[in-house]
């Protein structure tokens, strides 16, 4: 069998053997069968490693023909070439990681086999979309993490807010999906094919206006923006930490928001050919990196922090794809991946810890009961706020080097969010672990507890790759060429050098991204460990604004979702008061009449019956003599 077959196989049996079978199954297999579903994947990728390596072409499996509509054929095809590899990797490694920890997780909930069916259609949607040889497979996988970010956020759906973040996950998805689909429209339209192997070395050769080319970049981007979370489409996001916290570490880390990035960088000689919608994304992902970074500064809840970090995180990768630094933004969904995976187990091991509480509020001094997560979390942590030498100080380091080479201007906006990053990422870091406990009974910390090892080696080893993570792709000025711009290089159809700076920048741009650790480290530290600041509810200035996600939320429900209930309600109320009801009392007289005067023949007395009868039989004769 073809090994992107398999690839794809194993994470759809566990589906179907936990979804048909896993109600009957007894609890402790379940979760296992779904972790080595997955996990099986990722061996099978590793496998083919050295072949891929050998052969940069990769590997071609076309299926079947799916549709065909006179010049335009629409195949089931796909691809295990580098970047294919790269982002099956990153799935199922991590997804493995996350399966694991979901075996202790969710060990109390009633329903582990849904769960883990729902995960594993989840790792088979995404592979779908990542493995697919054309925009139909990946359209396909783009649905297919769509519902399935609806099911598993939405999972403890007994709670309306949970069912309702789940609902707003798939609405604005969709809308993103829109533009998306009007994109594959003028693709095959104008190029007659779908498939990444005929359209983009067509379009690179120069088939097809700026115009056109911009359009379809753009139309692909808001679709991005939907799945990747960016402004204006970004609200759903926080909301869907509604879902179990594996859940929210499988969407943020190697999963659904990933996606936008793999798509621009799949087509990115499209991008490159369109200057404009090269803006457009820088423009998107500056804004969201800012505001996102903005918010998180005063959330509480530990969850919505990581889940601002994400978006904010996106921001940074979508910069990256707008100044044309392609293999960057993919390194940083690498590192990412590595330690917002382990910050959002971390987050989920304290949660499990002090009973399911996520108010960083009712938190503190957790450090001597959860050592492991302690350890692990803080450098999951210290990667993404920069520190030098880890993962996150060399993808980031990386995307603010690409960007002082644009603009200066927007290498200081993005070294402010980047220093909002670390004051942010420091404060859910102190008000969890350090200072007094502030739980609403004292006598609850003793019931405060580490968790098992399901949970803990998951954790021990993403800070493995956290800390390890920057070797995958180190710096010019260390190595002369990166491993992973190696690796990507013979996939790319239209490549622009990388532009090096002169040792005295490089030094600055170092010494900046230094700098910007320390400061949002040392503010943290005074304010929230020396000074031992308690969060509280805030009730004026710009505090109640950020506290309040700059009250974006109350401004859709209020431009969009209120003014579409209202309209909702009157068309119900003319469908239902004018047209059914109004129907009915019309109709009701008529029928009433003519029940009434038929009721007058059903009387019971046979002999009219047979006089019916016989009437009936003569008008049946007439009209056979009449007619035939």
């Known amino acids: 069998m073809n090994p992107i077959a398999l690839i794809l196989a194993f994470p759809l049996l566990g589906f179907l053997i936990n979804g048909l079978l896993g109600p009957k199954l007894p609890k402790s297999i379940v979760g296992w069968l779904g972790s080595i579903a997955v996990f099986a994947s990722f061996i ?37 070439d580098r970047l294919s590899l790269w982002m099956t990797l990153i799935i199922t ?100 094919s779908l498939e990444y192997a005929e359209v983009l070395p067509s ?28 402004v204006p489409l970004f609200t759903w996001l926080p909301d869907a930490m509604a879902g179990p916290t594996p859940v929210s570490a499988l969407i943020h880390a190697a999963t659904m928001v990933t996606a936008g990035i793999y798509l621009v960088v799949r087509t990115q000689a499209l991008f490159f050919l369109s200057p404009a919608a090269r803006t457009v994304v820088l423009v998107i992902g500056v804004l969201t990196a800012l505001i996102a970074a903005v918010i998180a500064l005063r959330q509480n809840d530990i969850k919505k922090v990581l889940a601002y970090s994400t978006v904010s995180q996106l921001g940074f990768m979508f910069v990256a794809l707008g100044v044309g630094a392609y293999t960057t933004a993919l390194f940083h969904v690498t590192t990412h991946a590595f330690f917002k995976a382990l910050l959002f187990l ?67 906006i993005m070294a402010f969010a980047a220093l909002l990053t670390s004051v942010y990422m420091f404060r859910l870091f102190f008000l969890t672990f350090h200072g007094e406990y502030r739980g609403t009974e004292k006598l609850e910390f003793d019931k405060v507890h580490e968790s098992n090892w399901k949970m803990t080696t998951p954790l021990l080893v993403l800070a493995l790759l956290s800390v390890l ?77 950020l506290q309040n996600k700059l009250y974006i939320d109350e401004f859709y429900n209020l431009v969009v979702v209120k003014p579409l209930e ?44 047979l006089l019916y009868m016989v009437v009936a039989i003569a008008i049946l004769l007439g009209v056979n003599l009449l007619f035939v």
Request: include cysteine; charged fraction near 15%; aromatic fraction near 14%.
């Open 44 to 80: 099978l990728a590793v496998s083919k490693w050295s072949l891929i390596l050998a052969d940069a072409k990769g590997i071609n499996w076309n299926a079947y023909t799916f549709l065909q509509i006179e010049q335009l054929t629409l195949n089931v095809s796909f691809t295990l």
């Open 93 to 192: 490694g991590i997804g493995s990681l996350i399966h694991l920890y979901s075996i202790s997780y969710m060990d109390h909930d009633e329903q582990p086999a849904k769960f883990f069916a729902y995960l594993n259609l989840f790792i088979f949607s995404m592979l779908l979309l990542v493995l697919g040889s054309n925009f139909l497979m990946l359209f396909f996988g783009w649905e297919g993490v769509g519902l399935c970010s609806y099911l598993l956020i939405g999972f403890w759906y007994t709670n309306k807010d949970f069912g309702h973040a789940a609902r707003k996950a798939f609405v604005m998805n969709r809308i993103g999906d829109l533009g998306l689909l009007l994109g594959m429209y003028l693709i095959a339209s104008n190029y007659g």
């Open 203 to 230: 379009m690179a050769q120069g088939n097809g206006s700026v115009s056109l080319l911009t359009g379809i970049a753009v139309l692909l981007f808001i679709g991005a923006i939907g799945k990747s979370a960016q």
């Open 346 to 412: 971390g987050a989920g091991s304290v949660i499990h810890g002090v009973h399911d509480e996520q108010d960083m509020r009712y938190m503190g001094g957790l450090k001597s009961k959860m050592p492991v997560t302690y350890w692990t979390l803080l450098i999951g942590t210290l990667a993404i706020s920069g520190f030098p030498m880890l993962s996150g100080f060399f993808s980031k380091d990386e995307i603010l080097a690409n960007v002082f080479h644009h603009s200066a201007l927007v290498y200081g």
């Open 469 to 545: 993570g920057g070797l995958l792709n180190l710096p010019h000025y260390i190595s002369h060429e990166g491993f992973l711009s190696a690796w990507l290089k013979p996939t790319y159809i239209m490549f622009e050098e990388v532009i090096h700076a002169d040792m005295t920048t490089e030094i600055l741009l170092i010494s900046m991204a230094v700098l910007i650790f320390l400061v949002g480290f040392v503010y943290s530290r005074q304010r929230y460990l020396v000074k031992g600041v308690s969060p509280e509810v805030e009730t004026k200035g710009v505090a109640k604004w």
């Open 566 to 609: 209202v309209l909702g309600d009157i068309l119900f109320a003319l469908f239902d008061t004018l047209l059914l009801y109004g129907l009915t009392f019309a109709v009701h007289p008529v029928l009433r009449w003519v029940g009434g005067r038929n009721r007058k023949i059903q009387n019971g007395n046979i002999e009219f019956y």
